[in-house]
């Protein structure tokens, strides 16, 4: 790795931190804002969070480094790679505070609720940049602690109340073990430092086994919770549920690449001695993955935890890219979490778009007969499911093209057989919620209150998944180039 | 890289997304009921027009790909948009595009609830079906495949019978789980070719046998779920039942014929080895459909589920006339499938005219039709000895030709003499009169007894109209198959060709100039 370290702590080092500056001073100022403005100024919030996410957007594609730089010695990396990771944020935080505004306007102190967005993106671009242990740990704590509340926002709700305790309980758990897991990985190799830890295990070679692998097991257990991986699926379905849609959207995608990126800086720098061992747990999680999130994804009533599932099923899918290990696998990734982006938002704004007087849309039988009331929006479903499910001349097919040609490349052909075959399983829970639209009557009347704001966010990731779907070279090429920083 | 293009315009892009860009301009700017079936007829009349110049300036004296194009259009993976026809594929482009004008023209007042829906689902279904028919690269081909889904998913979900949604989603999963391992086959090739998707490369490429082998497992799954051959066939008969009246005619009349022309374009030209390998399963399975399928046709109550059997009793003999490796056979395969596509087109048209007037499909319901539409019994019983292989119908023409071809074949792989397989064969010109003729009795002769049956009227002219052209289709290659024949000629002689020469010698070949080449180091 072509480490450029400035020789001063001061200022230049926090030029490379400045987009998270800006975040955590307008989060900050936004938390006052919001206790001190009238009624009707207060509406201006989401706003002014939107515009702090965009600004902190054009800071970062405005700083992009040619090379990798690391500051803080060694505790901080800003790379292409992070760059792509944090935009990749940046938009999903964005769009999911775009489809908060109208569908959170009635709440109490609704202000924290961004503000509380806000910190988490921050969290997340801890992680991503992170080039050691307790940056990392300190990134996930500040987003899983600010997700923890956003699931629970809605306090006179049970189930969202439930879904903020599973979750916390289950949170809090899986961060002891990646902690857990870490202390060992530091004890065999003596430093919190990726790229040192992962010298210091090669240097240990075989005779801190034991030790390792325990290390090993706990640390992949840990990030496994966080990016669902089954068998640490469990909170899943329940925190889906239970959390306002918006915030449902959010944490389906942006945590989701947050761990992703930390998963792969952590396989690459710190784990390379021991790739053996770490993809096979990783096959095994995988297999469990689309095996659980498929097949539990037909069962569902409710939407929201349909596609709870069906992330978790994703999820195995994207492990495909990690257990590759090779670039191909990691650009794979990226490839398919920017697509899962705009499938995912655009499906969540219709889902959002579903409430109306007196029900909550969330369930399936609730889009009975979309097609003939409102015809864009059953078409602009339509098509997300279809990507869903992976059909071609849409986005989605190219997401598993990448990771399952990486995987086959890498010698796991028997594994992509499995994962094909479970994306055929797939597609016949999204094509349901299509045949729901399409084919069957009206039951609960569509009496919407119309929202240019939800409008533009669906045609936009509507046509984004078209165009991505039909010409995906420019995306490719853009996750090879940042894959630069990584390997 | 020199392309072959008579006619020095994409003639093919045009024909594959004339009928997208229809589609889309029809939900944007068209409105009311009418307007939107006059804009479709027009988009599948001049779309039809554009493709006719691929027959009338094709060339016959060559077996190379022909009106070709070639794009980069995803470097990254060697994808490129890569079109160009044959003698094999061309004539299913023009019968596509035919199909579709009669599919929108049958629609024309049976289809009352969301009519752009209906008509832009079709138009979308042309573009992916000549997108099949012309892609030259295996992703692109792929691409087509599957999105043609979508729109026949729709079709058949949204304006189908009463147990639509069950029979629509059966399709979906059979297709996709078939796809899925076409997929998997495509991009194993990918791999072994050198990272090329060009199905040209492919053919040419010498695979070793144990590729050859699983490759073909897996393009069988895809194919002969299409086809489809028994035992994956049971979609069809449900599909059929259930589909509107233009959605059977386009499924009998075009996307059978994709899984047998996926045979002719993939397995037999780029797998020899494998495809002699597996002549005598293939010929069993054939003769399944021919016998058994025949037989389970003949005891269906409903009329659609009838032909919707028939149809794979009739596919089993293109699968049959393709492992056969002979000129006559193969020939007759084609010719087969595209009578098929007339003769079944139109008899389920026949039942659609029927089904406007009483609404339901059992044979039971009918009887003594022919003394209230006496037209309409005559046209039906045209297209009933058509089904039979009358001599004088396509379909004749078409399975003498497989018969003869088989008998006199002899294939490698094969220990048994083809006669046999040809006696077994022949059995189905019985079996098929039995059930057709069985039919026809039932439904149109006896005496006039049911109520409902005697307030049926005869044929509207706009309902003669399309039965018209399919009647002289038939005839015409019943009778004069010869301009068919010849535009094939030269392109079936190159697949017998590439069929009949083994890869082996080659791919030990190409496995040992490494070593070699070492050696000389």
Partial sequence: ?487 | MELHNALGFPILTLSIFLPLLGAMGIWLFVRGDNAVRWATLSVAVLTFLVTLPLALQFDTTTAHMQFEEFHQWIPAFNINYQLGVDGISMPFIILTSLLTIICVISAWNCIQSRVKEYMMAFLVLETTLIGVFSALDAMLFYFFWEAMLIPMYLIIGIWGGKNRVYATIKFFLYTLAGSVLMLLAILAMYFKAGETFSMLAFMDYPFDFDWQFWIFIAFFAAFAVKVPMWPVHTWLPDAHTEAPTAGSVILAGILLKMGAYGFLRFSLPMLPDASQYFVPFMVALSLVAIIYISLVAMMQTDMKRLIAYSSIAHMGFVTLGTFMFTQVALEGAVINMISHGFVAAALFLCVGVMYDRLHTREIGDYGGVVNVMPVFAAVMLFFCMANVALPGSSAFIGEIMVLVGTFSADPVGMDMSTKWVAIGAATSIVLSACYTLWMYKRVIMGDLVKDSVKSMQDMTVREFGFFVPLMLLVLWMGFYPLPVLEVMHVSVAHLIEQATTSKLDAAVLAQALPAIDAAHH
């Fill in chain 1, 1 to 487: 790795m072509a480490n450029v370290t400035f020789p001063f702590p001061f200022p230049e080092h926090l030029i490379t931190l400045l987009p998270e500056m800006i975040v955590a001073i307008m989060a900050m100022f936004l938390l006052l804002f919001d206790v001190f403005v009238s009624k009707e100024r207060k509406t201006m919030t989401p706003y002014l969070a939107i515009l702090t996410v965009i600004v902190a957007g054009i800071g970062t594609t405005c700083l992009r480094p040619e090379q990798t730089l690391v500051a803080f010695y060694g505790f901080f990396v800003f790379d292409q790679f992070a760059v792509f990771a944090k935009l990749l944020i940046y938009a999903a935080t964005a769009l999911a505070m775009v489809i908060s505004i109208d569908h959170m306007k009635d709440e109490e102190n609704v202000g924290e609720y961004y503000v509380l967005m806000l910190f988490a993106m921050l969290g997340m671009m801890l992680m991503v940049s992170s080039n050691n242990f307790i940056t990392m740990y300190l990134g996930l704590e500040l987003m899983a602690l600010s997700v923890y509340v956003l699931v629970g926002y809605q306090r006179d709700v049970l189930r969202s109340n439930e879904a903020a305790l599973k979750y916390f309980i289950l949170g809090a758990l899986s961060s002891c073990m990646l902690l857990y897991g870490v202390t060992f990985l530091y004890g065999v190799s003596g430093s919190f430092e990726f790229t040192a830890m992962g010298q210091g295990l090669n240097a240990a070679g075989s005779s801190a086994d034991f030790a390792v692998l325990l290390g090993l097991v706990f640390l992949i257990a840990g990030l496994g919770f966080k990016v669902s991986m089954a068998p640490f699926h469990m909170w899943t379905p329940d925190a889906y549920e239970g959390a306002p849609t918006p915030i449902t959207a959010f944490m389906s995608v942006a945590p989701k690449v947050a761990g992703l990126v930390v998963f792969m800086r952590i396989v690459v720098d710190a784990l390379p001695a021991l790739q053996h061992e770490y993809t096979t747990i990783l096959t095994i999680m995988a297999v469990l993955s689309m095996t659980v999130g498929n097949l539990a994804a037909i069962a569902q009533r409710n939407i929201k935890r349909m596609l709870a599932y069906s992330t978790i099923g994703h999820v195995g899918f994207i492990t495909l890219g990690l257990i590759a290990a090779t670039p191909e696998g990691y650009a794979g990734i990226l490839v398919y979490m920017s697509i899962y982006l705009f499938m995912t938002m655009g499906v969540f704004a219709i889902i959002i778009l579903m409430r109306r007087e007196g029900i909550q849309g969330e369930l399936l039988d609730d889009f009975a007969g979309l097609s003939r009331v409102r015809p864009g929006y059953a078409l602009a479903m339509g098509l997300f499911l279809f990507s869903l499910g992976g059909i071609p001349f849409l986005a989605g097919f190219w997401g598993k093209y990448v990771v399952f040609i990486a995987a086959v490349e890498a010698g796991h052909l028997y594994l992509v057989l499995y994962a094909l075959l479970f994306s055929a399983v797939g597609a016949f829970y999204y094509i349901r919620v299509v045949k729901y639209i399409y084919f069957d009557e009206e039951r609960v009347a569509f009496n919407f209150v119309e929202n240019r704001l939800m409008q533009v966010t669906v045609a936009v990731t509507a046509i984004a998944v078209v165009v991505l779907g039909v010409y995906p070279e420019p995306l490719l090429n853009l996750c090879r180039q940042a894959l630069g920083g990584l390997v």
